[in-house]
């Protein structure tokens, strides 16, 4: 499976200020995802990068509140805008590469994000 | 859109006792349902998949069904160790479409 990396691991923020958090992928994988884990909860999904073209956000998510980029097939960023304390969460990519046929998602190690 | 609904939210074994972990899907076109572990502070990691076309799938310890007419399947756990406590998520997709998850099962083993 594909060797994912997310930059930063943690970080403290204060209100009010934005964070990007970055997902890098050792190969290149035809979809990327961000998701959502607050503290003891399941995973929601924010929305799915597109290479060359907008996200595709879910119900509940806005681009001028997690605006996504994906400039290529290894690459993604979200950020986080505007944080408040409930944006205090494990924010996730993951990857499916369905050029190999597969549809099996693999996860990032997560961005821990905690809003002050 | 796809509802998955994961139960029990808790459950709690001996060591080397069975484990069942069912989810029951809403759409009756998801096609692909696979099980993810999570230990405390550590990403999801796959653990065992399953596809519409075929009713069961076996690695070593870790078995998934599927009843595809009712909508469900499990993760069964046998011989259940220390090392197997973690969370436990289910989900479905129609395959080449996004995941939705269940709301998880907290595993514990007892020593």
């Known amino acids: 499976s594909a060797v994912i990396s997310q930059k930063p691991s943690r970080d403290i923020c204060q209100r009010g200020t934005s964070l990007t958090i970055q997902c890098q992928v050792d190969?290149?994988?035809?979809?990327m995802f961000w998701y959502r884990q607050q503290p003891r909860q399941s995973l929601t999904l924010i929305a799915t990068?597109?290479?060359?073209?907008?996200?595709?956000?879910e119900s509940g998510f806005v681009i001028d509140k997690f605006p996504i980029s994906r400039p290529n097939l290894t690459f993604s960023t979200l950020t986080v805008s505007n944080m408040s304390p409930e944006d205090s969460s494990i924010y996730l990519c993951?990857?499916?590469?369905?050029?190999?046929?597969?549809?099996?998602?693999?996860f990032g190690p997560g961005t821990r994000l905690t809003v002050l | 859109g796809e509802n998955v609904e994961q139960h029990p939210s808790t459950l709690s074994v001996q060591e080397g006792d069975s484990a069942v972990i069912k989810c029951t899907y809403s759409?009756?076109?998801?096609?692909?349902f696979p099980w993810y572990k999570q230990e405390l502070g550590k990403r999801p990691q796959l653990i065992i998949d399953?596809?519409?076309?075929?009713g069961e799938k076996k690695d070593q310890r870790i078995a998934v069904t599927l009843n595809k007419t009712a909508k469900h399947f499990s993760l069964h756990i046998t011989e259940t160790q220390p090392e197997d406590s973690a969370v436990y998520f289910c989900?479905?997709?129609?395959?080449?479409?996004?995941?939705?998850f269940g709301t998880g099962t907290r595993l514990t083993i007892i020593p």
């Open positions: 759409d009756s076109a998801s096609n692909y």
């Open positions: 399953i596809r519409s076309n075929v």
């Open positions: 989900a479905a997709s129609k395959g080449n479409e996004k995941l939705t």
């Open positions: 993951s990857v499916e590469d369905r050029d190999r046929g597969t549809d099996t998602q693999y």
């Open positions: 190969s290149q994988v035809t979809m």
């Open positions: 990068a597109n290479q060359g073209s907008e996200a595709t956000y």
